[in-house]
């Protein structure tokens, strides 16, 4: 999975670049098919306006995206690392779902 990490109108150290990269790849365990991985930050319009994390995986037709903010970066990263586990986890059960017909119906 490629993941680019992104930073608006803030500055992305390199150690929290790679933290990101890190769990983002770790989010393929869920669901493997994901071919590209987004991470943005951005900075709030204010002085005391928390940093936002969003986590966008796009592949096979399906988009997952999820976003968090906090004070700190790497605490939004990891909240928005962690709704888009579940909402990775949904996706799978979802599909796996769809694929099986359903046992134990009765007969029309």
């Given amino acids: 999975m490629q993941v ?6 803030v500055e992305v ?11 983002v790849t770790q989010l393929d365990k869920y669901l493997t098919g994901m071919d590209h991985g987004e991470v943005i930050f951005t900075d709030g319009n204010g002085h ?5 994390c969003e986590v966008k995986l796009e ?11 906090g004070h700190d970066p790497a605490l939004a990263l990891d909240e928005a690392v962690g709704r888009a586990s579940v909402q990775m986890a ?8 769809r694929s099986r017909p ?3 119906a009765a007969p029309d």
């Fill in 90 to 97: 949904r996706l799978k059960k979802r599909l796996v779902d």
């Fill in 48 to 52: 005391r306006a928390p940093v936002g």
């Fill in 13 to 23: 150290p390199e150690q929290l670049r790679n933290a990101a990269v890190r769990k």
């Fill in 4 to 9: 680019e990490v992104i930073g608006r109108r």
């Fill in 102 to 104: 359903r046992h134990g």
């Fill in 59 to 69: 592949g096979k037709g399906h988009v997952v995206r999820a976003s968090a903010s």
